[in-house]
Every structure is written in structure tokens, then in C-alpha cells.
């Protein structure tokens, strides 16, 4: 079982956001958001970095990724090449017995996402504040869906490090302390995540993201028998990356369907959640709040 099971979640009142805004955000303009650093599932044969300063992301399509092994420029993590980088990123990140994954690693193949991650491997081993959000409901018109909206991982402190989790296969976990935690608390793997590849000359570890979709589907995990929502997960994919305020942001799509439905009916109706995910250095953490661009949805409402 993911250690994530023994969090609670917690709905998050409209009312309060909106009077924590009001009281506690500096004025800002809807267009902090750099669309320089925006980069969506929709655009063909992605291959682009995103970042500022000296924090730079790499951001892959499947097409680029496969183009990339062709031309050798990225070494897939069962190569003889990628398995000899990741052991060099295991030892930089800190990773070693006591800190490698024990947790499964989620199924998922590099086509099956529609965007792959480049994390810098100069950022491995930092500390970092991960969190999520339900921030969509496709269905307009069930109440009961609707409420879902807002719902939130609260942040967690976690530290990222390569590590492998079997005779051929790497992955980069996000270690931490599910609560009660201290500076003495011992880490565990809280997300694992299947590495895909090393790209050498952009120095980055190529992660998938999309089983983040599968292992913390926020509905899933609240309602595990889908008693409350009537649905069960099917598909996940990550569909889009941004990164400003010195936050990465990116969007995982969760697909789920009716508990009866066959998974393999392409007719079935489906009910998408959109679940937005954010990771950032604790060394640039201000709890200071800043306006995004408003996401369509339902269940809130705008205030100046």
C-alpha cells in the first residue's frame, strides 16, 4: 500500500480561498504566468525548456523522445548507456539502501504519456514542497462530482533521488514523511516514478509523469470502491507543464468510468478530472500568493 493512504484530504471551502486571497495576496495581474514557459500536449514534436534563471526543465513529446534515441542524444533507462548514467544520478541524488523505493513502480511506457519531464539532475537530492489539486470536473451537471472540485493534497516536504528498483529499472522517488515528521523522521517513498531516459547534453532525467494520474488519483483515493462517486479509474495522462513564480506546475488528466463499464468499451462516457500538480525548491518557498489565469470549471466563483 502507497504510504499517500494514510494522508486525509480535505475540501477546500470556496468562501475561505476566496477570504485568504482577499486578505493575505498581493495585486497582481492575470498575466503573471510566463507563456513563454507554458507548454501543452497539443503542440506537435515538443522538445522545449522551460524555467528561468538557472532552473531550466525539459519538456519531451513520445515523438521527440523516440526521435532522440535514434539520433542517441537520449539513452533509454534500459540501456547499457542509460543504466550507467542513472547509477551516476543515484549517487549524486544521495540514494542508497535505506532510501531506495520499496513501493511498486507504476506501469506506464513512455507513448503512453503525452509529455515526458526533464528533471535537471543538478536539482537531485534538493528538498522540495510537492502538492496537488482537483482544479476541473468535466461533468457540468452531477452535484455530486461537482463538490470534488478544490479537493487537495496539503504540501509535503520531499526530496528527490534516482534510485533503482530493479536489476534494469530506475526510478526517481520522491522520499519523505507522511506526518508526525521531524528533522529526525525517517523518509520514505512517497511517489515513484519510472524513469524513461537520460538526456547527457541537457543534463536531465527524462520521468514519466502520467502514473501520477494511476497511483494519486486524488477521486480514486478518497473514494476507493467508488461508493461516493459511482466511477473507476482508467486511463491517465500528463497534458500540460508550466513553470513560473519558481514553481513547476504541470496537469495530469484522470479518465474514469462508471464501476460496471468495460475499461476496453470505447463508448463508455467519461468522466475526466483534471488534477494540478506543483513542485518547487523549499529554498525559493514564499508563502506568499499570487493570481493564475482562472480555470474553467465549476463549483467557484471569481473575486477581484
Known amino acids: 500500500?502507497?504510504?499517500?493512504?494514510?494522508?486525509?484530504?480535505?475540501?477546500?471551502?470556496?468562501?475561505?480561498?476566496?477570504?485568504?486571497?482577499?486578505?493575505?495576496?498581493?495585486?497582481?495581474?492575470?498575466?503573471?504566468?510566463?507563456?513563454?514557459?507554458?507548454?501543452?500536449?497539443?503542440?506537435?514534436?515538443?522538445?522545449?525548456?522551460?524555467?528561468?534563471?538557472?532552473?531550466?526543465?525539459?519538456?519531451?513529446?513520445?515523438?521527440?523522445f523516440e526521435k532522440g534515441v535514434i539520433s542517441k542524444t537520449i539513452f533509454p533507462a534500459n540501456s547499457i548507456e542509460g543504466q550507467a548514467k542513472l547509477k551516476v544520478c543515484a549517487e549524486a541524488s544521495g540514494s542508497n539502501d535505506t532510501t531506495t523505493p520499496t513501493t511498486p513502480v507504476p506501469e506506464g511506457k513512455p507513448e503512453e504519456s503525452q509529455l515526458l519531464l526533464g528533471f535537471p539532475i543538478g536539482l537531485l537530492g534538493e528538498n522540495q514542497i510537492f502538492g496537488g489539486v482537483i482544479t476541473a470536473v468535466s461533468d457540468k451537471e452531477n452535484e455530486t462530482l461537482g463538490q470534488l472540485k478544490l479537493t487537495d493534497l496539503p504540501p509535503l516536504h520531499v526530496r528527490t533521488v534516482v534510485a533503482k528498483t530493479s536489476e534494469t529499472q530506475y526510478a526517481m522517488a520522491l522520499m519523505g514523511c507522511v506526518s508526525e515528521c521531524s528533522e529526525a523522521s525517517q523518509q520514505v517513498p512517497l511517489i515513484v516514478l519510472p524513469v524513461a531516459g537520460v538526456d547527457e547534453a541537457k543534463g536531465t532525467v527524462l520521468v514519466d509523469l502520467a502514473p501520477l494520474g494511476k497511483e494519486l488519483n486524488l477521486v480514486a483515493m478518497m473514494d476507493p470502491e467508488g461508493e461516493f462517486t459511482k466511477l473507476k479509474a482508467k486511463s491517465s495522462k500528463t497534458v500540460a507543464f508550466d513553470y513560473s513564480l519558481s514553481t513547476l506546475v504541470f496537469d495530469v488528466e484522470s479518465h474514469m468510468i462508471p464501476l460496471e463499464a468495460d475499461p476496453a468499451d470505447a463508448t463508455v462516457k467519461e468522466t475526466v478530472f483534471n488534477v494540478r500538480w506543483y513542485l518547487r525548491l523549499t529554498s525559493t518557498f514564499n508563502p506568499a500568493f499570487e493570481t493564475r489565469p482562472a480555470t474553467p470549471g465549476v463549483g467557484f466563483f471569481m473575486t477581484d
Open 1 to 64: 500500500m502507497n504510504a499517500f493512504s494514510a494522508i486525509s484530504f480535505r475540501l477546500v471551502a470556496n468562501v475561505l480561498i476566496a477570504a485568504v486571497v482577499i486578505g493575505c495576496s498581493k495585486p497582481t495581474a492575470l498575466d503573471t504566468v510566463n507563456a513563454d514557459n507554458l507548454v501543452t500536449a497539443s503542440e506537435a514534436a515538443v522538445n522545449r525548456s522551460i524555467g528561468e534563471g538557472k532552473t531550466s526543465y525539459q519538456i519531451l513529446s513520445k515523438d521527440s
